[in-house]
């Protein structure tokens, strides 16, 4: 069959496949994200409550980074074995598991052993479902695609911020403090989702029965033309795989865009608070979810610009210099009115960034080793998050605010400068255009 001379099949193949993938994918997404850097607005009231110090919550932001680390290629080599629905449900359920055990903790200790958990869990989710969504759509779709997917991160935002800040002042029942509520409240539901992935997410285009054979045949055919057109399509080895200099290219380049990312999950909370005498935890949440409104509408249109031009390289690099010059807006002035400007740039350029650049693995990299290859580079942020983390405990007890927001910007310059020396090709349409 060629998709060629049926553009309306394959447009009605890949709108269904987007209205039955995506949206889940989204909300599994959402409560990843949420679950992962609640632990930023728990420490407004937590490092208090259990005498916890700047360098400490270092050691508890860098502890999720190890294990996530280092369980990055084991986990994705399982997705291809178990299938995505069985291994992405379990470990679903598995984090929402640990989140929930965050409420009994006690000392520094049980913060840092259960983040350490934490990290073993989701260590598969996010490469595993870059791998899935590559598995699913055409080259020229999966910039839109994987902004829509991460705009979950701008959504979980929005709501969790104010949510938790709120959560974190205000729910005080049966005499527990609102940062261990917090914990419970966003773990339950994620155990739920775990639960309904085993029923609602098929591993592959065959096991979709919500697709008619000739779409499924259609769907099939554009992947494989796409994995015949690449290179070393037999059964990866895993030297073979990490011997690629454009892998190691693509992982470094992520990495400090991630460390920087990373790092203002944990800390921009507190750094916030410092703005202005007298912000409320509440407050603290309304202002950190201005970043993630101006995402949400920046994340899908530059990603559609990306697909609609075929062009990678420099929809993910102008990105990466806006978060940088972001960060140094809020480093130098002292206006609140600018450093909400500074925000709301830093919003737009860390997450705008996501859907061209995670377009570019599978154009450049082998298919049969794709998924070992996202990992690795996923993998690779994990380090830059555990190192940056680490010593931004150190750099905010001895610098400040100021410290942090500047080791921030010069991450995001570094990514910028290794991106734009790469050659990446413009990629042609997956589905014609209608006359």
């Not at 269904?16 to 607005?41: C, E, Q, S």
């Not at 020229?140 to 959504?155: G, N, Q």
Request: hydrophobic share 55%; proline share 5%.
């Amino acid at each position: 069959m060629n998709s060629a001379n049926l553009p309306e099949l394959g447009e009605q193949t890949l709108r269904i496949v987007k209205r039955k993938i995506i949206p889940f994918a989204f909300i599994l997404y959402f409560f990843n994200y949420m679950d992962r850097v609640n632990v930023g607005f728990a420490a407004l009231q937590m490092n208090e409550a259990l005498n916890i110090s700047q360098t400490e919550f270092g050691t508890i932001a860098s502890a999720f980074f190890i294990s996530y680390l280092l369980f990055q290629i084991p986990a994705n080599m399982a997705i291809q074995r178990l299938g995505a629905r069985r291994w992405i449900g379990s470990i679903v359920v598995a984090w929402g598991s640990v989140t929930l055990l965050m409420f009994f903790v006690r000392n520094v200790d049980h913060v840092i052993y259960a983040r350490f958990l934490l990290g073993v869990c989701e260590a598969g989710f996010f490469p595993g479902m870059i791998y899935y969504l590559a598995c699913w759509f055409p080259a020229k779709e999966r910039a839109r695609v994987t902004s829509l997917f991460m705009l979950a991160i701008a959504v979980s935002s929005v709501v969790a911020a104010p949510m938790s800040g709120w959560i974190v002042e205000h729910v005080n029942t049966r005499n527990y403090e609102g940062w261990r509520w917090l914990f419970a409240i966003e773990g339950l539901p994620t155990i739920a989702l775990g639960v309904m992935t085993f029923y609602l997410l098929p591993d592959t285009p065959d096991d979709a029965r919500w697709l008619d054979a000739r779409q499924r045949q259609w769907l099939a055919d554009e992947l494989g033309r796409e994995r015949a057109g690449a290179q070393n399509t037999g059964k990866p080895r895993l030297a073979a795989v990490l011997g690629e200099l454009t892998l190691w290219k693509l992982a470094f380049i992520y990495m400090f865009i991630q460390a920087a990312s990373q790092a203002s999950n944990y800390w921009l909370p507190g750094q916030v608070k410092g703005f202005a005498e007298g912000l409320t935890d509440t407050q603290v949440g309304l202002i950190m979810a201005v970043p993630f409104v101006c995402a949400m509408f920046a994340m899908p249109l530059w990603g559609a610009h990306s697909d609609r031009t075929g062009e990678r390289k420099w929809h993910a690099a102008w990105p990466m210099l806006l978060s940088g010059i972001a960060f140094l807006v809020i480093a130098s002035v002292s206006s609140m009115t600018l450093r909400i400007l500074g925000m709301a740039m830093f919003g737009i350029g860390i997450l705008s960034f996501y859907g061209p650049y995670w377009a570019i693995p599978p154009a450049l990299l082998s298919p049969a080793g794709l998924a070992v290859s996202i990992a690795f580079i996923n993998s690779c942020s994990s380090l830059g998050g555990f190192l940056t983390n680490k010593a931004l405990g150190h750099v905010a007890q001895t610098y400040g605010s100021h410290g942090v927001f500047m080791v921030e910007a010069a991450l995001c310059a570094v990514s910028f400068l290794l991106l734009i020396t790469m050659r990446i090709p413009r990629q042609v349409p997956a589905v014609p255009a209608k006359a």
